[in-house]
């Protein structure tokens, strides 16, 4: 059984930076793309960013571009999604995902339980 473990979230200001983490754990993971999404109340879980298991550039929400960046290390069976220049939008439950790495969530199949991060002005 394949289990995805969120840590890193936090509370922080307008600015500043974040760096998320997801271990993945289990035997019978099947290298499966990895994505972050993010929740807030009252709203469907938007996309964030997606690396392919493989390796190279990762896929971004507008919103995100030029901000986040998500990376991983095949060696420690984790992913990171460093955030940097934080806003107040960005407040929500952060979830890692396996699955196919793209925009929607429906076609992902593994989720760790979320990490909240709070960003005030």
């Known amino acids: 059984q394949v289990q995805l473990v969120e840590s890193g979230g936090g509370s922080v200001q307008t600015g500043d930076s974040l760096i998320l983490s997801c271990v993945i754990s289990?035997?019978?993971?099947?290298?499966?793309?990895m994505g972050w999404f993010r929740q807030v109340p009252g709203i469907e879980r938007q996309f964030v960013a997606s690396i392919s298991w493989i390796g190279g550039a990762g896929m971004y929400a507008e919103f995100v571009k030029g901000r986040f960046n998500i990376s991983k290390d095949n060696a420690k069976n984790t992913v990171y999604l460093q955030m940097n220049n934080l806003r107040p939008e960005d407040t929500g439950v952060y979830y890692c995902a396996g699955g196919s790495g793209s925009f929607y969530a429906y076609e992902y199949k593994l989720w760790g339980q979320g990490t909240q991060v709070t960003v005030s002005s």
């Open positions: 289990g035997t019978s993971y099947g290298g499966y793309a």
